[in-house]
């Protein structure tokens, strides 16, 4: 089955600093790329998420990016606030095929210093 | 519009015993998941239905059964609670294309002493 890591497991910035969280997925059929953030005591919230068909996709201060052929992708989130303090998890799947269920990585603690 | 309602949304439980979580999504899913989260492990699936009357094995399905009771409801059964299976439970559903697009229950934390 798909095997989704997740690098690093922490990381702290300074408030206004750039954040990037890696990704790299083994199932190179998967073609459906999202990312969920997570605070404390809440649940999972898609954030952004990327198809295979697009190598970069931007939503005001968050971009993630897709590299197929070396099967991984990444979150950038820049000008980093203390509301971005949360649990990230990148995850991966083949949606329209039988395969449907989402395979999700370790999850990174963004921790964003005042 | 509710989304995604779990309950409970705490429980302890003795080793051995049973219990069922319940899970119901009010969007027109077809699609619904349960995963497990515990520390530094991300999210785990347990159980899928992919559609109505459907359910599949996923990555930790060992010590659960399941039942998609109809369109709206997919619950999930300890019959024998262990410790090991201390976790937080979360329900999800998508939409009629697949996994696009989670929504996400509140969750269930679970304790087995």
């Known amino acids: 089955g798909e095997n989704v890591e997740q690098h690093p497991s922490t990381l702290s910035v300074q408030e206004g600093d750039s954040a990037v969280i890696k990704c790299t997925y083994s199932d190179s059929a998967s073609n459906y790329f999202p990312w969920y953030k997570q605070e404390l005591g809440k649940r999972p919230q898609l954030i952004i998420d990327i198809r295979s068909n697009v190598g970069e996709k931007k939503d005001q201060r968050i971009a993630v990016t897709l590299n197929k052929t070396a099967k991984h992708f990444s979150l950038h989130i820049t000008e980093t606030q203390p509301e971005d303090s949360a649990v990230y998890f990148c995850a991966a799947s083949i949606p329209d095929t039988g395969r449907r269920a989402l395979t999700f990585g370790s999850g990174t603690r963004l921790q964003v210093q005042p | 519009n509710a989304g995604v309602t779990q309950t409970p949304k705490f429980q302890v439980l003795k080793t051995g015993q049973s219990m069922t979580l319940q899970c119901a999504q009010d969007?027109?899913?077809?699609?619904m998941y349960w995963y497990r989260q515990d520390p530094g492990m991300g999210l785990r699936l347990i159980y899928y239905?992919?559609?109505?009357?459907?359910?599949d094995k996923g990555e930790v399905p060992n010590g659960y059964n399941v039942s998609r009771l109809n369109k709206r409801e997919f619950s999930l059964r300890l019959e024998s609670a262990a410790p090991s299976q201390t976790s937080v439970y979360f329900c999800a559903s998508s939409e009629n294309r697949g996994a696009y697009g989670y929504t996400f229950g509140s969750g269930t934390r679970l304790t087995v002493v």
């Open positions: 969007m027109n899913h077809n699609s």
């Open positions: 239905s992919a559609s109505e009357g459907t359910t």
